[in-house]
């Protein structure tokens, strides 16, 4: 099966069934697929050929959707980018994967010019959105509207097979240069059978995605919702709560998926002011949720069942607790989802009994292909398995596991930091106030916050006379870099502790 099966299934079995709800436009799965068709019939014509690799630079939104099964349905492989990312780091992603289209924002229009001067591989890019109509510069720049208008919205023939590259996600690493996951139709398939086996979805569910599309856990909710033919209610962001919490009683949503941050502001809210008998189930991955908030998000939807899950995008999911274990261990992460195996190891190797602390090895058909033109850190992550080309996922994570063979996050190995369900590189945040006047030495760390899971602190060290303040800091850092990695907490000391080689000793900082 591919990927894109998942929608051109459901607009042969459902046709007016609403598939989507976002931005006030309900479409059904027949309205989707024919946006996806004429984006597939037209990317070709703009160059776009089996196998290359097409971004989408936009929020949450319907042309996103469409962007991502017309790429597929294409034969090409998409790769979502968080519509927050500046411009220097998007070109760089661009130009790492030689990505060939590029859906953008028509408001966009001056970052764009730059990028297709920019990016040699770069042959056009659709612009979508207010004033996209009027975005049409030479051939290069092509109106969404004018993509679907010129274009059959019959599905075209795709000669793509299920062992083709999907999607890339691109993730940062302890590197801070992000990395792009290769993920095939087969991996992708197989995942998202995995976790709907286990949330126990069907055709009756609506899910509520408030998670960006460039977040491997929004953009699985799509691929999920869509594969088993229930309906998906797509929102930009979770900055509203009481909003979210409406559109959750509005929609009868039985699927709220969601991270830790999430969780922490509904807990604050009053909700009996809502209506949310409907909701079947909460999900919660990127960082583990504190026991206290388990316990009070059950006492606060009695009705729903709580995943605790954890997961990384080199292999999607990887555990995941049955809700009734959580009277039993509300700390653990649980079982390997259905289909996998995993298991906790020494430096050497050997596989560790219960209570042993050691790295968290992943197994099964949901284990990526490695990092896109990325050989060396392929190697460091991605190893043989017991059989010939089979790949095992070294998580880089510390774990152990209890006597009943559930399994317990200890820590991290990297020094990567999670916040809001984002990823944060440390060297990513360093690097950009190196740049700032002032700034002698910086380091950056992860500290424990209740709303964001971690918050971004950063360290500063000021050159002698100096006089460079707090809220100067947090200015430059978000006109560069995105918003969640900016920094929360803004410390200045003399100088920074250090470990006997020399390097700066992170742990006495945390």
Not at 346 to 369: C, F, K, P, T, Y
């Amino acid at each position: 099966m591919l990927v894109q099966d998942f929608l051109q299934e459901g607009a042969a079995r459902t046709p007016e069934k609403t598939a989507l709800v976002c931005d006030g436009q309900r479409l059904t799965y027949a309205q989707v697929a024919e946006q996806a068709n004429r984006i597939a019939n037209g990317l070709p014509a703009s160059g776009v050929e089996r196998g290359d690799r097409v971004a989408i630079w936009l929020p949450n939104s319907v042309e996103a959707v469409a962007a991502i099964f017309g790429t597929l349905q294409a034969g090409a492989t998409f790769l979502v980018i968080n519509a927050t990312t500046k411009r220097d780091k998007l070109a760089y992603i661009l130009q790492h994967c030689g990505a060939s289209a590029l859906f953008a924002p028509a408001r966009e229009t001056e970052v764009t010019h730059y990028l297709l001067n920019t990016v040699p591989s770069l042959r056009c890019a659709i612009m979508c959105g207010k004033g996209g109509e009027e975005a049409r510069i030479g051939t290069k720049l092509i109106p969404y509207a004018e993509l679907l208008a010129s274009n059959a919205s019959t599905c075209p023939p795709c000669k793509t097979i299920d062992l083709d590259l999907a999607c890339l996600i691109y993730t940062s690493g302890s590197t801070g240069d992000p990395k792009g996951v290769m993920s095939t139709h087969a991996n992708v398939t197989f995942s998202t059978a995995s976790i709907i086996e286990y949330l126990g979805n069907g055709p009756e569910d609506v899910v509520i995605n408030v998670l960006p599309l460039s977040f491997d856990y929004g953009l699985y909710q799509l691929l999920m919702t869509f594969k088993f033919g229930g309906t998906l209610v797509l929102e930009h962001s979770f900055a509203y709560p009481a909003a979210l919490l409406k559109k959750i009683e509005q929609e009868r949503v039985t699927g709220l998926p969601g991270v830790p941050t999430l969780f922490a502001i509904l807990l604050k809210m009053d909700l009996t002011r809502f209506e949310l008998s409907s909701l079947r189930y909460l999900t919660n991955t990127a960082a583990a949720l504190p026991v206290a908030h388990i316990e009070r998000l059950r006492k606060a939807f009695p009705e729903a069942d709580v995943f605790s899950m954890y997961g990384l995008t080199e292999c999607k999911r990887a555990l995941y607790l049955p809700p009734e274990e959580l009277d039993h261990r509300p700390a653990s992460v649980g079982i390997p989802i259905p289909g996998t195996e995993a298991w906790v190891q020494d430096e050497s190797g050997h596989r560790l009994d219960a209570n042993q602390v050691g790295d968290l090895v992943i197994r099964g058909s949901h284990v990526m292909q490695g990092y896109w033109n990325d050989p060396a850190e392929t190697a460091k992550r991605y190893r043989k398995g017991r059989y010939p080309a089979e790949r095992l996922l070294y998580t880089g994570d510390l774990f152990r596991t209890d006597e009943e063979g559930f399994f317990y996050f200890v820590a991290r190995q990297d020094d990567v930091i999670k916040s809001r369900g984002e990823k944060v590189a440390p060297k990513e945040v360093e690097s950009a106030l190196y740049g700032l006047p002032g700034v002698a030495e910086v380091a950056v760390v992860g500290v424990t916050d209740e709303l964001l899971g971690q918050a971004v602190k950063a360290i500063i060290v000021r050159e002698d006379g100096a006089a460079l303040t707090e809220r100067e800091v947090i200015r430059y850092c978000s006109a560069h870099l995105d918003e969640f990695c900016v920094p929360k907490h803004v410390e200045f000391r003399g100088s920074l502790p250090t470990t006997p080689s020399g390097k700066i000793d992170r742990r006495a900082l945390g």
